[in-house]
């Protein structure tokens, strides 16, 4: 296909452009995982199976295993239920204020989930618990009503959080599938019961499964949460181990080397649930549901619909609301444990984090320097990647494919040890310490947003709207700038967007690689919490919040004004 | 001057040969239809002569140029062509108003801005879409789409048009204006037109000659309109161009029988020693009777479809359809019912050899 036309017009710019699409991939993300195997693998300078075992068969290790298995079982099981029930309530019954209460359930999206952990720590937490104190103060309780530092607390933390991950996925196909499949089995004389069981449940399996796997996925790797809620009581899973190894030893072989094995471990694990999520979803689930919108039958509540509704209402504010309060009223006291009232209450500590504090004041300015860098980087760098892998026809492009999908499957602490590897001194080039280290990391991070974001963009313009550009006496050049890049503009935005908050908040990949200069708003809340500067903490946590509510808003006026047009 | 001569073409795709060793000449001005099942290969041909791919073989030459030599590996870029080309998906920039998609080309040959104003209006007008310039294609029927890539294909004026399925999201009743269009649009503007199509009724409407291609990417026939239905060089260009029936008859010592009967072939005996054939003919071309002549049949089956009377006849073993005009039907008495008997002549009829048959299927 290429040979000929390639020759004329732009050979060596394909070649170009892929070259270094490929480039970039490799020196961002596969480098650090090759890094990160190649220290797994080969021990005493061979291939070493037997080595990893032995690392993985180490009590600490095998304990971390078997924890973060626990906890993303525990994690996927109840977001299911709970995802699927609030699907099925918004879609399918007549529940008053439906809309609203969808908004609601997506919120959990934007928040941090170190930030909710930090929440219920001062909410729960056994003896300085808020709640707790309360029971044990007014009603005599002997004991704490509820130990948050357990896995049952952190399970149900992560369940807050996760849950929209399945709850967004079946919604999704519940309002796709086509309810004559439905009815035709009601005209056949099935009850409402009979249908839900044989026939919706059946078609929105691979969704709810879909969901279910990304949470697994999700919670596997998952730092914040396990490292706020866990290593008080000595609860440690994967990724909070690979941390406190990494950051006790400042780097000794031996927690390298366990640090790798337990990466390896992950990225394994995310490669074969990525698969099976794949598989799943591979099998046909749009011939039954098709693309359009159609008006599902509901099921009248009746009696239900107020209590159902007050449940409701309950979860969201127990679950969104008083964490949020509490962040803001603990932001305000002057010393953490003292009661929420007036003369305790004060705005000084956001003024003294904002205006005064070097470390806070420093982190911000991080934070917001490193999102954007980031965003902007992995946004150009991504638009150019997916343009290869969608759009161009040139050989060699198989690599590219496969690379790009690698960074779907490598989480963030992975990336974070990789990226040590890579960038402290071994390969020639020491960024350790500075704020360029963190930057690399972010950048292989999200190039997976940044990728899939434009690929579904450039999905959209079809290539004989280039063609007619071309046949109209445009160069390759100014197809590309003429029609090409208007079209995508808005996926480029999305993806910046998409890049910038979550960066804003980032904790699992900067916790690693901070130095004191350069803390970000994540490293800056937590280490403010684990010094005892609990209330400075909450403070920070209440403006990172305020940012990222507000960029969000931002974002959804935006695309709602695009959609509105 | 956009004669298009096809010299010796092959062309691959995904590892298959798509088109293999095609030659083909279109001469200046006419409206040249490529006809042909999907997959057969016609659009890839059509993407050649613009340039969006090209040949592993072969050469291609429009007007006095050589725009493809595979041997000398030359390849001129689409625009550097000098085409306009409508896509079966229309292909409008939908972030361009109707005005800017239609100024496009002008804009790139840098035309002065009084005078772009003055042809894309006069364009726009062409296709019947003046008042519409402000417009996005968001805003847009279809047929308006594809109205905006024509004048867009037309603005500067091109000596060669390039046309892929452009009817075939449309709904019939605009299909069918929209190819008279087309057609009053080539004459009055003298370039060369090529159409791609699966369609035939829009092929015969539009063309003035067609090449009839197979599955294989072959070239079967080209010829005029009224030679491709009237002539079909073959039994895939017969069946190919509409509703064929089939009629199996049978060579005993120099005499041809209808099927299993007694019957002889009451008509010019088909050229060859073959000893079975087929005659191919198509229902318009049978014409059912009460006189005794021609064939004697079996009305096996009556059906009153409005307009028509459609029939299902069978003479000795071999069953065909026919119709006849409703009306002309009630006033020469041929409503006929089932089990009646009937006689059958034929206004045109082909012969083909029953073994090349067996190869088509």
């Known amino acids: 296909m290429a040979s000929a036309i390639k020759k004329n017009e732009g050979f060596g710019a394909a070649q170009l452009i892929l070259a270094l699409s490929i480039g970039i991939l490799v020196v961002v993300v596969a480098v650090p995982v090759l890094l990160i195997f190649l220290n797994a693998f080969w021990a005493d300078g061979k291939f070493n199976v037997q080595d990893v075992l032995r690392v993985l068969s180490e009590p600490d290790t095998y304990q971390a295993l078997m924890n973060s298995l626990i906890i993303a079982v525990g994690t996927t099981i109840g977001s299911t239920v709970v995802g699927t029930f609030f699907a099925w309530l918004v879609t399918r019954t007549d529940l008053p204020y439906k809309r609203f209460m969808k908004g609601m359930f997506l919120v959990p999206f934007m928040l941090p989930s170190f930030i909710g952990a930090l929440a219920w720590k001062m909410l729960l937490s056994p003896r300085a618990g808020y709640i707790n104190r309360f029971f044990m103060d007014t009603f005599g309780f002997e004991e704490p009503l ?265 989480p963030g602490s992975v990336i974070a040890l990789g990226v040590i590897l890579a960038w402290s001194g071994k390969l020639g080039i020491n960024l350790y310490n500075t704020v360029w280290i963190i930057l690399v990391a972010y950048i292989a991070r999200y190039m997976a947003f940044s990728i899939k974001a434009n690929s579904a963009a450039l999905e959209q313009v079809h290539d004989s709207l280039v063609e007619a550009a071309r046949a109209c006496g445009a160069s390759m050049g100014q197809a590309l700038r003429d029609i090409v890049l208007p079209l995508v503009r808005p996926g480029m935005f999305a993806a910046f967007f998409l890049i910038f908050l979550p960066a804003l908040r980032e904790l699992t990949v900067s916790i690693m690689l901070y130095s004191p200069t350069t803390r970000t708003i994540g490293v800056a809340i937590y280490t403010l919490n684990e010094d005892g500067e609990t209330v400075m903490s909450a403070a920070l946590a209440g403006i990172a919040l305020i940012l990222i509510v507000s960029g969000q808003l931002f974002i959804n006026r935006l695309t709602r004004k695009k959609a509105g047009r | 001057m956009a004669t298009i001569e096809l010299d010796h073409i092959s062309k691959r795709y995904e590892g298959r040969e798509v088109l293999s060793d095609l030659s083909l000449t279109i001469e200046h001005g006419e409206c040249f239809t490529l006809l042909g099942p999907s997959g057969c290969g016609k659009t ?284 002309l039907a009630v006033e020469a008495g041929l409503m006929f019912a089932e089990g009646e008997q009937c006689s059958l002549q034929f206004a045109s009829l082909h012969w083909f050899d029953a073994a090349e048959m067996v190869e088509e299927a």
Request: hydrophobic share 50%; with cysteine; proline share 4%.
């Open chain 2, 44 to 327: 890839v041909l059509m993407r050649l002569i613009a340039g969006f791919d090209v040949p592993e073989q072969g050469t291609i030459r429009i007007g006095d140029t050589v725009v493809v030599d595979a041997e000398k590996r030359i390849a001129l870029s689409p625009d550097t062509r000098d085409l306009g080309v409508v896509f079966q998906e229309y292909a409008v920039w939908p972030h361009m108003t109707v005005f800017d998609n239609v100024a496009y080309p002008l804009k790139l040959a840098k035309t002065p801005q009084a005078k772009l104003e003055k042809r894309v209006l006069e364009t726009i007008a062409l296709v019947n879409m003046t008042g519409l310039e402000r417009r996005l294609p968001s805003e847009l029927s279809g047929g308006q789409q594809q109205r905006v890539a024509l004048a867009r294909a037309l603005v500067a004026n091109p000596s060669l048009m390039l046309l892929d399925e452009p009817l075939s999201n449309l709904d019939a009743n605009l299909r069918e204006e929209m190819r008279f269009e087309i057609k009053e649009m080539q004459r009055k503007l003298d370039i060369t037109v090529l159409y791609v199509t699966h369609d035939q009724e829009i092929a015969l409407a539009l063309s003035d000659r067609i090449a009839v291609m197979d599955k294989k990417g072959r070239i079967l026939q080209v010829g005029t309109p009224f030679d491709i239905f009237e002539k079909p060089a073959s039994l895939a260009v017969f069946t190919f161009m509409g509703v064929a029936n089939f009629m199996a008859v049978r060579q005993e010592n120099g005499e041809f029988y209808v099927g299993t009967g007694t019957q002889p072939v009451p008509w010019e005996k088909p050229q060859g020693t073959a000893k079975n054939w087929v005659a191919g003919f198509r229902p318009s071309d049978v014409v059912i009777s009460r006189k005794e002549q021609g064939l004697r049949g079996v009305v096996k089956r009556a059906n009153f479809l409005g307009a028509m009377m459609d029939y299902l006849v069978e003479v000795d073993g071999t069953e065909f359809r026919t119709g006849v005009e409703t009306h």
């Open chain 1, 146 to 410: 509820f130990n948050i530092y357990s896995f049952t607390g952190i399970i149900l933390v992560e369940i807050m959080y996760l849950f929209p991950f399945v709850f967004i996925q079946v919604c999704g196909a519940l309002e796709r599938m086509d309810p004559t499949l439905e009815e035709s089995a009601r005209i056949s004389g099935a009850g409402l019961f009979t249908i839900t069981r044989k026939i919706t449940i059946p078609l929105v399996m691979p969704s709810i499964l879909s969901g279910a796997l990304l949470i697994m996925l999700y919670s596997m790797a998952h730092f914040g949460t396990v490292a706020v809620l866990g290593i008080e009581n000595g609860i440690f899973n994967i990724p909070t181990l690979i941390y406190e190894r990494i950051h006790q030893s400042a780097g000794s072989f031996a927690s390298i080397r366990t640090g790798t094995v337990l990466a390896s471990v992950l990225v394994f694990s995310a490669a074969l649930i990525l698969w099976l999520q794949n598989k799943i979803l591979g099998k046909g689930r749009y011939q039954i549901i098709a693309g359009k919108s159609f008006r599902p039958m509901e099921l009248k509540l009746r009696g239900l619909r107020y209590p159902l509704l007050a449940f409701c209402l309950a979860y969201i504010g127990f679950t969104i609301v008083l964490p949020t309060v509490v962040i803001f009223l603990v932001g305000g006291l002057t010393t953490y444990g003292l009661p929420f009232t007036a003369e305790h209450l004060s705005l000084n500590n956001y003024k003294f984090i904002l205006f005064d504090y070097q470390v806070t004041r420093d982190a911000i300015v991080n934070s917001v320097t490193l999102g954007l860098a980031a965003a902007l980087i992995t946004m150009s760098a991504g638009v150019m990647i997916s343009y290869v892998i969608v759009k161009m026809r040139v050989r060699g492009k198989g690599i590219l494919e496969f690379l790009g999908m690698l960074p779907f499957s490598v």
